[in-house]
């Protein structure tokens, strides 16, 4: 049987070898480091027999691919340890799968309820089956006797999941006492990673359906060293502290009234402000790239949501209101808007291509289960735009919107990566137009030096797509901007223009957002920020602290002065110690504070006090309005 390697060579080996084998035939370091293998590019065991000639791929610990196996092999092993603890008996199982950075495994257990004080206790016994290196061992079974299998045992989450298996045959995986129905592929022994954490425990419907049974769901962690787990474990414990949910509201920038409006954040004066910062740096970039503004309605007759194929593909996730018997739904998207507003002129090819840009406000349902402050929201703003184009100017068009969106991140520091999406296998449109507008994606791409994956067939039906992925400052990724290119909607609305020869064609549609929703946006640079935002976006940008009373008069004379120069400022003349004033200002997150007392109205001159605790004394007021404008003209 015939091996190929990642290198290109070939070796000959005899059927039924396992890639653990082969790992230690060429060498035993790489052997020690395995945990798995790609066989024709899908995920095997290491000690699963290869029956055919097929490219091999020898995962190590430290390869991309390995945290799928050690991962899911620590859900197994925490499964086991919750069937010991609570007997094997009591204990049935849902589903235990890898997620991005951890795993989880749901439980319905009898009479018993997890809580968080019991994970170390679940831990350890975790440690104990980890510390036995059981042997993992995979078995098939035909169709029936798994599910007898599964019956005898109790387990009838399982039974449901092999009945719905298409295949003839349904694999297990063995360690010790425990057996679990399981695709894999696993690491050979329970010993090989030790490094995990139990992280939570919560509430979680089998299969996702509040008509379903709750099972306990327990989340974990696990990494191939110490280092990474330590690493992870301190970034999680940073980002509860700077949870948006928790910072937005002591920050006095926003709240959510679950009441009234779930999924609906409120913004208060200072949030407020924050956003008008961001929309306004939006704004002067599309100004600047040739989009000009308009303004849709938030309401508008079903028709049009009948033509544009939401009623169709979107419906369930669609608000509808009625008046004088006439059906409307209020827009979960911009596009049909900014489709009329083509339609209101006719166009030559000449006038391509046009550019239009809104702050578009959509609401959109999602289950109240999934909301999750500003980050999953069912109202926000989009800064939405669409171009419209003849084919020949997709790729200077979407180059032109990398740049935009090159442009609109530099200021908050923030790396980001691309991925390419493909035509999926239902599409719409023939393939040579979409292997045109992909190749023209993949050249802006490339001709831009941005890293990106490629998605295979991961694209919208409608047309290939762009999505940008940003790295806030704990290495965590978002997914921001977006780049559609679209060839149903122009159909759909049978949109035209008119070309040189005076025959009608149909323009493109690229579909483009850059901060994508402003409130996601705003809800990641809380955290990103730690609420410390920079000068440019700061609600408050500088406090005044008069030392004492009699100071107070000369406070007022600076805040006159900073106010004229457009800096937002604030007084705090409370008759407070001047400490109290400064820890306030420091929990409030204000960059600067400018403390006022004798030596000060003496001098005519100012004393600073950045947020970072730095001083700087006897500036001119003059001087340092102007250092401020510098740094705000900016965007620092
Ligand atoms: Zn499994
Ligand atoms: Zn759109």
Redesign the pocket.
């Known amino acids: 049987m015939r091996v190929t390697f990642p290198d290109g060579s070939i070796k000959e080996f005899n059927r039924g070898i396992t890639p653990g084998e082969i790992a230690k035939n060429i060498s035993e370091g790489l052997f020690r480091n395995a945990v798995g293998a790609l066989v024709d590019g899908k995920l095997w065991d290491l000690n699963r027999p290869i029956e055919f000639d097929c490219e091999l791929k020898i995962i190590t610990k430290k390869d991309k691919e390995a945290p799928e196996i050690y991962r899911?092999?620590m859900?197994?092993i925490l499964a086991q340890a919750v069937m010991r603890i609570y007997g094997a008996e009591n204990v049935r199982l849902g589903?235990?799968?890898t997620i991005e950075n951890g795993f989880y495994y749901d439980f319905d257990i009898v009479n018993a309820t997890i809580k968080e004080e019991d994970l170390e206790k679940i831990e350890k016994e975790m440690k104990k089956i980890i510390k036995e290196d059981l042997p993992i061992e995979r078995f098939e079974l035909p169709k029936d006797e798994a599910i007898k299998l599964m019956k005898s045992k109790g387990q009838i989450y399982k039974v449901e999941l092999i009945k719905e298996i298409e295949d003839k045959k349904v694999s297990f995986?063995k360690q010790g006492e425990f057996v679990?129905?399981?695709?894999?592929p696993?690491l050979p022994r329970t010993g090989m990673i030790k490094h995990f954490k139990l992280l939570s425990v919560s509430g979680a419907y089998w299969r996702g359906s509040e008509k379903n049974p709750m099972l306990q769901r327990i989340y974990g962690t696990s990494f191939a060293s110490k280092e990474e787990l330590d690493n992870y474990l301190r970034m999680i414990e940073e980002a509860k502290k700077r949870d948006h949910r928790k910072l937005g509201p002591k920050l006095g920038l926003f709240f959510i009234n679950s009441e009234v409006a779930a999924g609906m954040p409120i913004f208060l004066p200072k949030g407020a402000t924050i956003l008008n910062e961001l929309m306004n740096f939006s704004r002067e970039l599309h100004k600047k790239y040739g989009y000009t503004e308009v303004i849709t309605p938030l309401v508008m007759n079903v028709k049009l949501w009948h033509q544009s194929g939401h009623w169709d593909h979107y419906k369930e996730n669609m608000y509808f209101t009625e008046k004088e018997e006439i059906e409307y739904a209020i827009k979960p998207m911009n596009c049909p808007g900014h489709i009329l507003i083509y339609k209101n002129n006719v166009v030559s090819y000449r006038d391509l291509p046009i550019r239009l840009f809104e702050f578009g406000k959509v609401h959109r349902y999602e289950r109240s289960g999934v909301l999750h402050g500003l980050l999953r929201v069912r109202a926000f703003t989009q800064d939405d735009a669409h171009i419209f184009c003849r084919q020949d100017q997709i790729e200077e068009e979407v180059s032109k919107v990398v740049k935009l969106i090159d442009e609109l991140y530099k200021p908050f520091g923030f790396s980001y990566r691309a991925t390419l999406s493909t035509m999926p296998e239902d599409h719409m449109g023939d393939e040579e137009t979409w292997n045109k507008a992909t190749d023209a994606l993949k050249k802006v791409l490339e001709d831009i030096n941005l890293n990106f994956d490629i998605a295979e067939g991961e694209g919208a039906f409608y047309g290939p797509k762009v999505d940008f992925h940003v790295k806030d400052s704990l290495g965590r990724e978002w997914q921001c901007a977006t780049i559609q290119l679209d060839f149903q909607m122009p159909e759909r609305f049978e949109i035209s223009y008119v070309d040189k020869d005076g025959s009608e064609k149909r323009p493109v549609m690229i579909h483009t957002a850059k901060y994508g929703s402003l409130e996601r946006f705003f809800g990641i640079l809380i955290e990103h920020f730690a609420g410390a935002f920079p000068l440019w976006l700061s609600p408050i940008q500088v406090i005044i602290l008069p030392v004492s009373d009699k100071f107070v008069d000369y406070a007022e004379e600076i805040y006159k002065i900073l106010e004229d120069n457009n800096i937002r400022v604030s007084l705090d003349d409370r008759n407070e110690t001047l400490g109290y004033k400064i820890r306030d200002a420091q929990i409030n997150k204000i960059p600067y504070m400018i403390i006022v007392g004798e030596k000060e109205v003496e001098s005519g001159k100012i004393s600073i006090r950045k947020r970072d605790g730095s001083e700087q004394k006897d500036i001119l007021i003059g001087e340092f309005i102007e250092d401020l404008k510098n740094i705000i003209k900016d965007r620092r």
Do not use: A, M, N, V
């Open positions: 899911h092999t859900s197994h589903i235990g799968p995986y679990d129905l399981c695709r894999g696993h």
